[in-house]
Every structure is written in structure tokens, then in C-alpha cells.
């Protein structure tokens, strides 16, 4: 799959475009910027995630040879076009919101500013990458608010939309608040922890539980966590706690993955109690989202940790953010578009934060860039001239740092169910322009 | 991003299992099945595909010396372990049915026999492959019978999940009906046909839509479509009609990406119509789905084609499927699991599907691998001892195969809503040994 990640991963109508601008000598400076037009119904802000990557692909894109021969072979492109993509690479300035930032609707995270072909060419990727790890972002800190600290473990790669989703849901969510995954890529890449349980197939290809659970135990003394159901929950139960401390076994926890979790929990709870193994965990596992795990929460049911999988890595209440990537400036020139229901405000933007009395997150207003505000700007400089201006930020330092801006959530907005939104301003500035433009742009097309 | 599509895109059980294996020393020949355990609300019936990935997959499977030094980094895997990944490969068989194959809950798609080790191993990026394409072009399907041979191009790249789904849902939306793609790596890759148009950032940085138009249509002559909705569709499609013919400028079509689609198509045609554009097609977009397809062909909206993106690459309604790849035979030994709600059919299994009077796909039956049937048989070796029989089927077949199967499918279940569930049996064989199987399990861990 090697094509997977190149820069022939785009829209045609992005080189298209490149070759009528190159023939018509157009390249002044253009910005645009990255933004979420509306919240799923199902989400109060967003996580900012994917910055990491979105500077890493601006950093190293080029045409290959073989590229460029590609293009050639569909026979769309004439041979100077070609031939310019050969010396192109992102030479631009981007600004964005550090990643675990929260963030709410009609705010940019990313703004680019480069000659227009640099910045128009990235736009499909760039769209990619950040709307997929913010929106897994955000779906995975919904778990982690629901969990109440117990341990959250990603647990999606099978049914991820492919290899690359797999990898990066697996960042997002621990960048969110998991506390690892179980793909093992994903904690070599990023030096995620991995966690794992045994599969149902493991226990089946014994000849019994006992000698599974024996064997993997062996295998991995004072790591062992046992999948029990395969059978009969009960029965598995009871077999782990007679097993426990013979011949030296020792079992780290349990794993539960099918029937009614809060219950099952329970008598599983009683049958270890009962026979002392109280340091035995139970973890579950079974299409959890963060709705089963706040239920189980609730009720109080005796699990330590989860396995989160398909429903957050394919964030399947909502499997895409209504994000765009959009011209505001071109030449020094402000322009907005006035398409039904998806017009845009005009000109390099910024967002400043203001804080309540207590420290929370009070109040956004979305100005323009040079605009003079009482707030904290969000946006800052992240890449110049097409060279980051400080290595990637340890993924500590994100977690830490939505640790840190979940606590000055408002109360409501970190509640499952939809609050009501948050509050985002227009600076006066920005409304007049937006209103200028608009004047300007009907009375030419009229 | 590197990682991505390795040995190491695993969960971290499937290597602590084979580790336990090798410490065992258990490797008899296993048998596992891929299936789909129940289908989404809205699906009537599934298009199986990804089986050329997965086949490329297995056949390239080893560990590099970087992939062990991860593993070995881990500090969970002990050297004897780590030294017998060396030399790991898929040797093992695998029968499957045909990408592009209609096919049904509880049917496997794919059939896996191999040493153990091997055979575990490879679970969870055979689903991670399996699933995404299977979802996604029963997903397109739908869209294709919607459309009644309109023009369908899949424009999701953007939202996809990722690289690697991007280019995966262009192939499997091109593989159910779909006539192309606008993500240049899927044509690169895979042939796919690709489609665009321009961006409302092109018609933005020009002064106006007349020399945006002009300048685009005299870069690509006669294969230009213009995007007419970035002000005011009315005064676009007038523009278009008087630009047409002048200096020789010739437009393929307009696209229309945002209001009304109805409503907006005919008036854009009554406008290009009266000037005497009759050759100018319409294409349509903007968060279509097979629902929205079907509304507008049922309402006789003047469009030529439609461009699908989000809600098709992300199957939004139903952004998984409940699948599973199960152990069903150890060793010559059958076994199933009796989880609730997840329980499973024991032993190597064959699909055998049986026509109706008028060459309709009329009812298959669920039997042992090696029963005699009627019916015709939709599992096939496709791989022997590690190696492909035959080459990848070029897509124009898979094409083929899904527009004749289609064309057997009962109608209810061509239809977009749910339909009474076509009739999968169980053989009477396959019944008794799940029985039997279910008792000696229930015996042995009572």
C-alpha cells in the first residue's frame, strides 16, 4: 500500500487546479484555514488533534519521480506543469491550536499561509488528518470523562477504517485521556502502552480452560489477565480462584466480554471474594461506548478497567466532523464564500479565550488576526517558511494538557448529553469585514 | 507513518498467545472463518470484498529484524519466542469467496487452515482488511442502485479515516458500481478511473467566476466542470451559458454543491436549456447519500451525475459491521463458542447457494466443508501453502460479478429499506455437530 501516504493521496481537482494556476502565473500568498463547521449532535466541544502529523506531511511532501511519471501516464497534465512540481515543497507558515486543546464550532485550528499552489495543493490531506484524530479525540474523552479514572484501554484496531486509522485512533484516544491500546504498532510508534487480555480462540484450542489459563499464566507470571467466557462465566470464575496460587499462578485480572456486564461483574466479583483473590481485576470488554461505560459506573458495577473498541475508533455516533478547509485571503485580499448553508466568515482569523471568575473556560470570541483582544490567542506559530518551529510535543504533555482544560470545562459541557453550546463571539471587526465582503462579492455577481 | 501497515499492526494478544503457543508447543493445524455476525439496520445484503489485500498480506507476512528489536523492546517476549519469528510465515490455505460476491449474515467469507501460530496471527489485520472493504461496498451498492446509471464518483477522500481508507473505499466503491474516483492515488494504484472538477478556493482567488471559468476551461478544454455555487448558482449558470461558445471555450458540466439540489438543478437547466446549452451536464454534490440519490432521481432532478462522498467512505449510518474471525476447528477437533449472544458454528464450513426458477438467488444453505449440495459451492481455494492460485482478478471482473449478482438479488432486497431477511439454513449435519460440540464443551467445563 505504498501509495497510501504519498503526495499522489489528494483530490485530482487539487493538481487540476495547480496547473490552471500554473498557466495563469497565479501564486500570490493565500489563507486558509481549517475549521468544524457544527458540532455533532452528540458532542459539546472538541480535542484538537493531529497537528503532529499534519506537520510532518507539510515538512517532507515532494513529487517523486515516479510521481511525477504517474500524473503523466493519466495523460491530464502538459509537460511544464510536470516538470514545476519536481522543485515543489511547502515553503509556507502555519498557525494552529497546540493539539488537546478544546475547541468549539466555526473556530480555525489550522491556518496556512503560503503561495496559493502550496497551500491549495495540501488541502485533502490536510482535512484527512486533522478531522480524523480530532474527531476520535473527541469521541474518546467522552469515555474518559464517563470512566471516572478507571482504566480505558483501546481496544479497536480490527475494525478501524485500515491500517492508518487503526494507528492514529490508537494516538487520539491516548492523547484523550486511554490510558494505552492494544496495537502493538501504535506503541512502537508512539511509545504508547499496550495492554492485552487472550482471545476466545486461545482458550478454545486448549483442551480445557484450566490448561488454557495455566499455560498463559506460565507464559507471562504477574501479567495475566483471563478471558472468561468463553463457556460459562460462572464456571471460569470459579475455576481461575481454584487455580489461583497453585503451582505459583498468579492472575492480574479477569476479562469479561459478552451478556450483561453489570451482572456478570457481580457474581464474578462474589465468586473471587469469596475465595480471597480480592486483588483479582475485572475488566470488561463487548461494544462498550461511553454511554455502557457511564451506565456501569452508575451502577456501581465492580469492573476496573474497559476495553474500548469499535465505537470509538471508527466514532460510530458520528463518523465525521462537518470540518472544511477554507480560502479566507488570497493577495491581500479578504474573500468568503456565500454558498447555502456553508458561507464563511473572510481573513486570517484568531481565537481568543477568556476565563470566568473560578479559572473555567469562560467565553471564545473568533476576530481577526491582528485584532487587539482581553483573551488568551489560541492560534500560535507552529511551522515558517516550511520548517517547524519546535520538535512535536510529547504526547504527555497533550494528555497533561487535556487533563488540564477538562477541569475548566463548564460542568454541563462535560456531560454526555448535549449542553447548551458554548459561548462563541464575532469581534465587531470580523462582522464588519464578513458584511464588506459580502457587498463586494454579490455586486460582482450580480 | 511507516508502521502503519507492518507485522506489528496486531493486537498485542495475538503475539503473547503465540508466545504461549511456542512455549507449549502447540501448532496443529487450525481452522478460523471470517463472518458477519448480523447486518446493520439498513442493509439488506453484504458485497464481500478485500480479499486481493488480504492475500497480498498474507503473502509478504515476516517479521523484519526492526520489528523484532520493537517486540524485544516491549520487554514482554522472552528470545527463544522472538527468535522463531524469524522465520514465520503464512504457509497456510485459505478458501474464500469471489470479491463482489453478495452474501449474507452468518456466512463466512474466508476460510483460514494453517499451523496455529500462523493462523492467530494473522486475525487481526485479516479483519481490519476484510471488514472495511465489505462494509464499504455494501455500503456504494446502494448508491449504485439508487442512481439507475447515473454517473456516481466518490469524492470522500477528505473524511475518510485515514490514508489507507481512502484509498481502500475508492477501490471497494469502484468495485460495487461506482465509475471512478477523485483521489488520485486510487487511479495510480488501482486504475480506478478519476473524476474532478474545482474548488470554490479556485473561483475565490479569481477577481470573478468569468475569468476562474475561462482560465479553467482553457487549461483542460473540453473536459471542464465548473463549480457554480460558490455566490449565486442563477447568475453562475447564466455566466456559463454566455461564456459558452465565446473564444472557443467548451464546458463538459457545472457542478452544484450546496441548497436544493432539485430545486437548483432545474433551474440551472432551464437557464442553460434556453440558451441553447442542452450538452452541458449536471453533476451534483454535497453530503449525498444513497437516500438523497434515490429522493432526487425519484423526483426526476435533471442531473447527469452524482458525487458521493463522507456518508459513502465512512458508511456513516453503519460505520462497522459486527464481524468476527473465529476458531471453529483445532486440530481436527471442532469447537465453538457459546458466549452469550456471540455463540458460533463448529467446524470447517461451506456455503452452498441454490438458484430459483427464473436464475434468481433463491436460498443457500450453511453446511460442513465437505457435504455434498445442490447448490453451488461460494467458498474457493484461493490459496495453497502460502501461495496465490491466480493472479489478483482485475476489477473490471469484480465489477462484472457484483452488476450480474445484482441482477439475480430479489428485488425486496434491492431495494434501499430493510427487507424480510433472504433464508440462510443450516445444514442438518452442521446442526448435529453443533449440538454435539455444544454438549461435550458444556460437559467438560460443568
Redesign the interface.
Known amino acids: ?1 505504498d ?4 503526495v ?10 495547480l ?3 500554473y ?2 502565473g ?1 501564486n500570490e500568498p ?1 489563507v ?1 484555514e481549517f475549521f468544524v463547521r457544527s458540532l455533532p449532535q452528540s458532542r459539546n466541544f472538541l480535542v484538537a488533534a493531529g497537528l503532529e ?1 499534519v506537520l510532518e506531511y507539510l515538512q517532507t511532501l515532494a513529487f517523486s519521480p515516479e510521481d511525477i511519471g ?2 503523466q501516464a ?1 495523460g ?1 497534465f502538459d509537460a511544464g506543469f510536470l516538470e514545476s512540481l519536481r522543485d515543489l515543497r511547502f515553503g509556507g507558515d502555519v498557525d494552529a491550536v497546540p493539539e488537546g486543546t478544546i475547541m468549539f464550532p466555526g473556530e480555525p485550528l489550522l491556518r496556512v499561509r503560503a503561495p ?1 499552489r502550496e497551500a ?1 495543493l495540501v ?2 490531506r490536510v ?3 486533522l ?2 484524530q480530532t474527531m476520535i479525540a473527541s469521541k474518546a474523552v467522552r469515555s474518559v470523562l464517563a470512566a471516572r479514572g478507571k482504566q480505558l484501554v483501546d ?1 479497536g ?13 490508537a494516538r487520539a484516544s491516548y492523547l484523550a485521556g486511554f490510558d494505552g491500546s ?4 501504535a ?3 508512539f511509545g504508547i502502552p ?9 482458550v ?3 483442551q ?2 484450566a490448561e488454557a489459563f495455566a ?2 499464566a ?3 507470571p504477574g ?1 495475566t489477565t483471563l478471558l472468561i ?4 462465566v460462572q ?2 470464575a470459579r475455576l481461575v480462584a481454584r487455580l489461583a496460587g497453585q503451582d505459583g499462578l498468579r492472575f492480574e485480572g479477569v476479562r469479561i ?4 456486564l453489570a451482572d456478570y461483574a457481580r457474581e464474578v466479583r462474589a465468586i473471587l471474594d469469596g475465595a480471597g483473590c480480592r486483588e483479582i481485576a475485572i475488566f470488561a470488554s463487548s461494544n462498550l461506548d461511553e454511554y455502557q461505560v457511564q451506565a456501569l459506573e452508575q451502577a456501581r458495577a465492580p469492573i476496573q478497567g474497559y476495553g474500548i473498541g ?2 470509538m475508533n ?3 455516533d458520528a ?3 462537518d ?1 472544511a478547509y ?2 479566507v485571503d ?1 493577495a491581500g485580499r479578504p ?8 458561507a464563511t466568515w473572510p481573513g486570517a482569523k484568531q481565537v481568543f479565550r477568556r476565563d470566568g471568575l473560578r479559572g473555567e473556560i469562560a467565553t471564545d470570541c473568533l476576530a481577526l488576526e491582528g485584532e487587539q483582544d482581553a483573551g488568551t490567542p489560541l492560534l500560535v506559530p507552529v511551522m515558517r517558511a516550511g520548517r517547524p518551529l519546535a520538535a512535536p510535543e510529547p504526547l504527555a504533555t497533550l494528555r497533561e494538557r487535556v487533563r488540564l482544560q477538562l477541569e475548566r470545562l463548564p460542568a454541563p459541557l462535560r456531560a454526555l448529553a448535549p449542553a447548551q453550546p458554548y459561548p462563541v463571539t464575532i469581534s465587531p471587526e470580523l462582522q464588519a469585514l464578513g458584511q464588506q465582503v459580502e457587498v463586494r ?2 455586486l ?3
Open positions: 500500500m501509495t497510501a501516504a504519498s499522489l493521496l489528494t483530490d485530482l481537482y487539487e493538481l487540476t487546479m496547473q490552471s494556476y498557466r495563469s497565479m493565500a486558509f502529523q504517474s500524473l493519466l491530464r496559493l491549495q488541502e485533502s482535512i484527512n488528518l478531522q480524523f481496544f484496531m480490527r475494525r478501524a477504517h485500515g491500517a492508518e486509522a487503526a494507528l492514529l485512533s492494544a496495537t502493538v504498532a506503541g512502537v510508534r499496550l495492554f492485552g487480555t487472550m482471545a476466545h480462540s486461545f478454545q484450542a486448549h480445557n480452560e499455560a498463559y506460565r507464559t507471562f501479567r467466557d468463553t463457556y460459562d464456571a471460569a466480554d459478552s451478556g450483561d469499535t465505537r471508527t466514532s460510530a463518523p465525521f466532523l470540518c477554507k480560502l488570497y474573500v468568503s464564500k456565500l454558498s447555502t448553508g456553508k462579492q454579490r460582482m455577481h450580480a
